[in-house]
Structures are given as C-alpha cells and as structure tokens.
C-alpha cells in the first residue's frame, strides 16, 4: 500500500529546456506579485474598494496555503484539517477583539486584561495558538500516516467546528461581529489599501520563510524524510520530530491568516472551520502547482477570481470548478504553474 | 433519570451507531480493496436519500423508495467508477483527495440545481410511524426500531458476503494480492466495480433510512462521511469487523454523551454552566475517544498492526 | 584486537518461526566481517536488529563497548552506526550532492536551521563533497539522483554511509544487480573502507565475499554455524552440508 505521503513532481532531466523553463517561471512569480502590487493601486486610483477587498482575500488565503504547503509540499502530509488552525487565528482575533469592545474582562489574574484591539498582539496570539494546537493535533495524528493521516486530520476540524457552534459565549453558530477593525502602530487600518499592504507584507514574508526553509537543512531533511524516511532515519535523524516541527509551523502560518482574514471580514464563525476550507486550501496549492513556491498564490488568486466570475454568472459555480479542479487533478500534472513553467525540477 | 429513558438512549446509540456502519463498511471495503480514500462517498448517502425522497413523494410508497435509493446510488457509484475513480488507484492519496473533492462539489451543486436549496421530508412509512411497546414498559418509535434490525440484517448479510461467498472470496483476495488474481484470471476491473457500487449501495441505503428521521438536504452526507472516518479510524482500516465495534462505539458515545454528560457535569457544577460545558464536551466526545485509541493503538483496534 | 561491533544471544522469533536463534557475532576494528546464508536464512531479520529497526526478543547489541539494544534506529547511527540498505533508500527527486549533505547533517546534528542554504554551509558541504570524491560520484553532484545508473546508486549509498564517520559500517548487499565486472570495481573501495571503520558486510556475490572478508559467518536457520577466514570456511563441514547437501 502506498504510504499516501505525495511524491511531489517526478524529476524532470536537466535537459536543454531546463534554465528556459526554469526562467519562465521565474518570470511567472515576478508576474503575479507586479499583479499583487498594482491591481490595488489601480483600484485605489480607479475608486474600486471592492476589488480591493477581493485581492486581499486572494492573499489571505495565499499565506494561508502557504502556510499548508510547509506540511504538504516539504513535508508530503497531506493535512485535511487546516482550517482548524484558519479557523484557531480567527477567534483569537474575534475574542481579544469582543472583549474590547464590549468591555468585559477576559481574564483578571493575575492581571486584568480586557482583551485587545492591536493586531500585532492579536496576531502574535494567533500565531502560537494555532501552532499550539498543530502541536497537539501533530502528535497524535503523525503517529499515522498516509490515508489514517488524511482522516485524523479530517476529523479533528470537525471537532474544532462542532466546539465552536456549541461554544455559546461566543456567539455559538452565529459567530461573532467586530464592529471596528482593529488597529496596528502608524498605519490606518480602515483605509482598504493600507490593511492590503500588511496582509500583502505577511503574505512575502511567508513565501520567504518557504523559499529559506527549503534549502535549509531542516527543509532538506524534511524533504528527504518524505522521500525516504529509512534512510533518514539512517544518518541519525528522527522523521518524526521534522514532521511535526513542519506541521506545527505550517498551523502557525495558517493561523496567522486566520487573524487576517477575521479582521478583513470583522467577522468570525464556525463556518472558518469547515471542512470544504481546508480542502480548497489544499486545491489552492494544486490548482498552481505543487513544489512551486507561488502554487498557493496561484492556486488562491485563480481560486478568488473564479468564484467572483463565475459565482457571478451562476449560482452553481461549484459545478464548474469541481468539474475544472477533477480535469487537473487527472490529466493536468503540475497544475497551472506547470501548465506555463514546464515540469517542476529538482530544487537546489 | 430513569432506567428506560437510559435504555431509550441506548437504543437511539445502536440505531445511529448501525447507520453509520452501512457508511463506514462501503468505505473500508474500498479503502482495503483498491486502496482508494473516497471523499465523495458522503454524497452517495445524500444521492440515496434524495432518490428516495423523490420516488417515494412520486408513488407514495417507502418501499419504493428504498429501492431506488439503493440502486439510484449504486447507479452513481458504478458511473463514477468506470468514469472518475478507476484513473485514481494508481495515484496517491493526495490525487485521490482532491479528485473525490471534486466530486463533492459536482455532486453538491448538482443536486441542489436539481431539487433546489430547501430540504426535502421523506415520511415515514405509515405502518411504521406509531411506538412500539417493548418490555419494561418502554415505548420506542417503531421506524426507529426497523432501521436497527434492517442495519443488523445488511450488516449480516455483509458479514456473510465477504465470508462465505465467491464473491467475497474474491474481494478478500484482492485485499491482499491483485496481481495474483488477476493472474488467475479474475477481471479485476469488473470486481473494482462491483465493490464500489457495492459501497455506494450501503452508502445510499443508509442515506434514505436516515432521510426519513431527519432531512432530506444537500450537504447531509459530509458530516456523516467525517464521523464514518473516525469509526474507520477507532476500528481500523480494512476491517469490516473494525467499522461494525468502532461504528457501534462512536453512534453510543456520541447519543449518550450528548444526555450525560451535562447530566454528569451538573453534580460538581451549576446547573447553566453544567449544560454548557456537558454538552460542548459531549459535540466532542467522539474525537476525544479517537484521540485516545490513537494512543492507545494507532492502526486501530482490529487494523494490521504496522 | 577491539571490539566494536558485537551481538550476544540475539533471538528473534516470528510465531513459531525461529528467525533468529542465539546469534552472537563480533566485528573488531579493521576488518571485514561477511555475514553470508542461503535466502531464508535470516540475514535481513539479523541486520535489522542491528540496525534497530526490529528489536530482539533476547539478547543485546554493543556498539563500541556500549549496550545499545534499547536506542532506536536514529540514536544507533548518532552513537556511530553507518548503514547501506540492500534496496536504496534515497531521496530520488534530490540531487547527489543533496543526498549526502543530508546525512552531513545527521552528522553534525543540525536539522533544526531554517535559514540558512546547507548548500552555503562550506563545514557541510565539504563534508559532504570529500564523500561524494571519495567514491567517485564527484562529477555527478548536481545530478537528479533518479537519473543515476544503478551502479552510481550503489555508490551513493555507501558515500552516505560515509559522510557519518562511523565507527561502523553495516552494509546490506552492497553489490546487489551490479554484476561482476560492477561488484569487482566496489571491491577495492571496501578493502580501503576497513581501514576507518570495520565493516559487517551481508552479501551474495561470493566472489566479492571471498575476496574481501577477513572473517566469514555462515547463517543458516537464523543460527551461525560457521565463522571463520575464508579457508576456514570453505574447508568447514557443515558449511558444505548446508550449501552442497554434502553429508557431513
């Protein structure tokens, strides 16, 4: 039986179109970040806010399955519960930020603290819950692999979904309302564009964080833990301990756009935790390319385009999608970076 | 709280518990015979509910409904079979994932154009819609009672299948080495067939028995499919036998949990709070259970050990 | 002379099936120990609870003077224990240069820097680069290791091995599908190996067997029922019976 960790792209020669293609997608990538970059300011100039608000939510869920791509790419764990840690970074902004507004203490030892409406410190709160509970989550679940990893993993964001309808305090099914976004040091955060420039800033910085992590010993290792766990394990190294230290950071990245995307909505609900996200999370990344450094910015801006398209044009886009997403997943090996870039190649 | 209301509670378990068996059997009998992780299996238990619904809101008869919700979803899963699924045994699970998503979303959205967004009632065959008097004086619904010894009956037959039968000679034989029988000259392809719509049969049935206690709506089939992965989990994978105790042990710890535990909690708590914290403990009950059979066995209570 | 290697009484059994019976076995420092048998015998079973990956259901392995028995897979190759596996484990979609910085880093204990290249690590990749030199794969670094031919992925197997600095080499069938003009070009690579780190080397190819070991064990049943120099164990009685049917 196959061990369900992903094999990632086959290798590709480094033939005569190697370096060409290679240059395509570098290309590619610089591309869409000048795409990032100057559609908002034309939406600025142009006094289209919405389309502002559109990209913002592509790059939300760009670092989001960026975020994923940690644990799937490098690591090969194919994860069907990242929404938990979306979701984790969600109510950590909507219960510090409830708690300010409506004034009551959320806890009073050994201080009185009232909750917070800074989004550095609703993000630094994000960022170790989700990574606390990719901890937990990790330790049990990576006692498995393959298909078992894929159904924990499933089943936990399940429990996370059903812990939050019945968490009453907090709005149960009906989630919670934050009236005002919250606040981060020098910028104002209700100017679209402005919050735009801090999702856009983590977004880079997670692509950095990848883009290092890769070819740093530990991304080396953890790569080679999803090639050959033996051999890993050989030299002195535990598979284990890399793959959850993967998952744990991947959770905190994940939670990290959670935050994000909570303060875009100045909304949070259950729904943050649902199934259906986290595997659009894991199609985000597919729809670009796995192995890619920009699959997931890809996969989300395709994804956040289609569904504003084509959920324009009919109620039922989903159909559309499925039917497009089953196309690529069986005749269209390394989605759409691949499409343009050529076959993924060894990293080095 | 008394005993037969524990009893009724217990009775509901086994009853939710044998539903999720019909789920959980299609899903291990695919995972251990072609390997394959089905997404899309929830939406064969939503695609014999709703053919049950409409043939049954048609002719006015259950019976008839039960039909064609097991051949309406046997219908669907051998088409995608040949179609969808037959191009993923190869791939890993990652492939299969994303590829059975799509499904979802193509079955989902489907469905919904078809019937619309409002659920629909399928009622409970009238014969069937009274109490029925046990001993201990317990009066329990008689539907109820039927789908229980129905589940138990398919569950028997499916024991009796893979035990007894040619068939089931060949699928167990599948599980542990395809090439040899396809050597011996068994169309592989055939059986992979057979025992998806097989699946998907149970899957549908379970589907239309369920549909007639709750609604009949687009999106019912994932929550089930989830809770059918943690009974496959808690029971290991592959084993029938695994989905039967692990189907029977979350459908009771999830029923029970939910009238208990607040129960249990308001005997060291206040009773609002009590409520809250029982009842928010008992939505995850089931997962803390998996939790602890992971550490306790990680392949499962009846799967290979590794 | 030393020993650095060394099983007591190791017993495994598997239901009824004995694959290991009461084997004792020593590696000094400086030679090449050959563990050879006919299929069956329980040479894999042997080698993986030397490795760590099976444990023993009697018995104890010492590794330089040390019990060692209890330590997982991963802590037997920090404490020195190199190993080769009879099917390459290798990170395929990697290049060369990548798999021996790998274990590089398993050496040096580094896997927890994240940002920093390894490849910009000059400690690692020297490292790294004098194995890959030493076993003549140095043009072939930035090669797709997938794309190696069979006998250049024997090879990166024991430059693996290699870059540990191991007190100990356990190699499994090193030779295996390279045919003899293959196997006879790994032999003097191995006889200049012993020098560092001795070698318990599993093999097939008697040719190389004989050529190349100081001492030979004879597995049969899971038990060793000869160990002895090469002459020893050619001229050894039972050894004919149990791979001639001699009668003894």
């Not at chain 2, 009771?252 to 009590?274: C, H, N, Q, Y």
């Amino acid at each position: 039986m196959s061990t369900g960790q992903i094999g990632g792209q086959p290798p590709n020669p480094r033939g005569i179109f190697g370096p060409k293609k290679q240059g395509r997608e570098a290309l590619l990538n610089a591309l869409v970040l000048l795409g990032l970059v100057i559609v908002p300011l034309w939406a600025v100039m142009a006094d289209e806010p919405f389309t502002i608000t559109l990209v913002t939510r592509a790059v939300i869920f760009a670092l989001a399955a960026v975020g994923l791509n940690i644990a799937l790419g490098l690591g090969g764990l194919v994860s069907l519960g990242h929404a938990v840690f979306f979701g984790i970074g969600g109510y950590a902004m909507g219960i510090l930020a409830w708690h300010a507004q409506n004034y009551v203490p959320l806890f009073e030892w050994p201080v009185l603290f009232e909750g917070t409406k800074s989004m550095p410190v609703i993000w630094a709160v994000a960022v170790l819950a989700s990574a606390l509970a990719a901890f937990c989550i990790g330790l049990l679940s990576l006692r498995t692999s393959g298909v078992y990893f894929i159904m924990i993993t499933l089943a936990f964001g399940q429990m996370f979904y059903y812990f939050a309808i019945s968490w009453a305090r907090y709005g149960g099914e009906d989630g919670m309302s934050i009236y005002v976004r919250n606040g981060f040091p020098g910028l104002n955060t209700l100017d679209p564009i402005q919050f735009y420039g801090l999702c856009l800033a983590a977004l880079l910085l997670g692509l950095l964080l990848h883009a290092r992590l890769r070819r740093a010993p530990f991304g080396l290792a953890l790569n080679a833990a999803r090639q050959a766990p033996e051999r890993v394990r050989a030299v002195g190294l535990d598979p284990l301990r890399l793959r959850l230290l993967a998952f744990t950071l991947s959770g905190a990245i994940t939670g990290l756009a959670g935050a994000l995307f909570a303060d875009l909505n100045r909304f949070v609900s259950p729904t943050m935790f649902s199934w259906q996200l986290s595997g659009e999370f894991i199609v985000f990344i597919i729809l670009g390319g796995t192995a890619r450094l920009f699959g997931p910015v890809v996969g989300a801006v395709l994804f956040v385009l289609m569904e504003h398209w084509l959920g324009a044009l009919t109620e039922y886009w989903h159909i559309g999608f499925g039917a497009l997403l089953l196309l690529i997943v069986l005749f269209g090996q390394g989605g759409v970076i691949g499409l343009i870039a050529g076959k993924a190649r060894a990293h080095d | 709280m008394t005993f037969s209301l524990i009893l009724e509670q217990v009775l509901n378990g086994l009853q939710s518990g044998i539903m999720l068996f019909l789920m959980a059997a299609g899903l291990t009998l695919i995972f251990g015979v072609m390997g394959l992780i089905n997404l899309a299996h929830g939406s064969l238990y939503m695609v014999g509910a709703f053919c049950a619904a409409a043939v049954a809101g048609l002719t006015g008869s259950f019976v008839l409904g039960l039909a064609a919700a097991l051949a309406g979803a046997a219908l669907a899963g051998a088409l995608i079979e040949l179609v969808v699924i037959r191009r993923l045994y190869a791939r890993d699970h990652l492939d299969q994932v994303l590829a059975t998503f799509a499904l979802i979303l193509i079955f989902s959205e489907g469905t919904r154009w078809v019937f619309g967004s409002f659920p629909l009632y399928l009622d409970v065959p009238d014969a069937l819609s009274g109490p029925v008097a046990l001993p201990l004086g317990i009066q329990y619904p008689a539907y109820r009672l039927a789908i229980i010894v129905v589940g138990l009956v398919v569950a028997a037959g499916l024991f009796w299948l893979i035990g007894r039968t040619r068939l089931g000679i060949r699928i167990r034989a599948g599980e542990n080495d395809r090439e040899m029988i396809a050597a011996l000259g068994v169309d592989i392809g055939r059986l992979y067939t057979i025992v998806f719509a097989l699946g998907a049969a149970l899957a549908g049935l379970a589907g239309a028995l369920v549909g007639a206690i709750q609604s009949v709506q687009v999106g019912m089939g994932e929550p089930v499919l989830i809770l059918a992965f943690v009974v496959i989990v808690i029971g290991g994978i592959g084993s029938i036998k695994g989905a039967f105790i692990g189907a029977l042990l979350v459908g009771l710890t999830d029923t029970l949990g939910r009238i208990f535990l607040p129960e249990l909690f308001k005997l060291v708590m206040e009773p609002s709070a009590a409520t809250q914290a029982g009842s928010a403990l008992a939505q995850i009950a089931i997962y803390v259970l998996m939790a602890a059979v992971l550490v306790w066995r990680p392949t499962g209570l009846f799967g290979a050990r590794a | 002379m030393t020993e650095i290697l060394s099983t007591r009484g190791l017993c495994k059994a598997f239901g009824a099936l004995t694959a290991t019976d009461d084997v004792s076995l020593t590696l000094r420092a400086g030679e090449i120990h050959a563990l050879i048998g006919p299929n069956g015998a329980g040479k894999s079973t042997l080698i993986a609870q030397i490795g760590g990956a099976l444990s023993p259901d009697r018995g104890q392995v010492f590794l330089d003077g040390e019990d060692v028995t209890a330590l997982p897979v991963p802590a037997r190759a920090r404490k020195g224990l190199a190993r080769t596996f009879q099917i390459s484990q290798l990170a395929q979609q990697d290049t060369v240069l990548q798999n021996v910085l790998l274990a590089a880093i398993g050496a040096a204990r580094q896997p927890w820097r994240f940002w920093r290249p390894a490849l910009s690590d000059a400690a690692l990749r020297g490292r790294a680069e004098a194995a890959l030199t030493r076993v003549g794969l140095e043009d072939h670094a930035a090669t797709v290791t997938a794309e190696l031919s069979h006998g250049q992925r024997r090879l990166l197997e024991i430059a693996v091995a290699l870059t540990l600095s191991p007190k100990a080499f356990l190699m499994d069938e090193p030779m295996a599908g390279l045919g003899a003009e293959g196997a006879a070009r790994l032999v003097p690579l191995l006889r200049d190996l012993k020098a560092e780190a001795p070698i318990l080397l599993v093999e097939h190819d008697m040719d190389a067997v004989f050529a190349l070991a100081d001492r030979i064990s004879v597995l049969v049943s899971g038990r060793v029922i000869a160990t002895g120099t090469a002459d020893e164990i050619r001229r050894n009685a039972a050894v004919r019976a149990a791979y001639l049917g001699d009668a003894a």
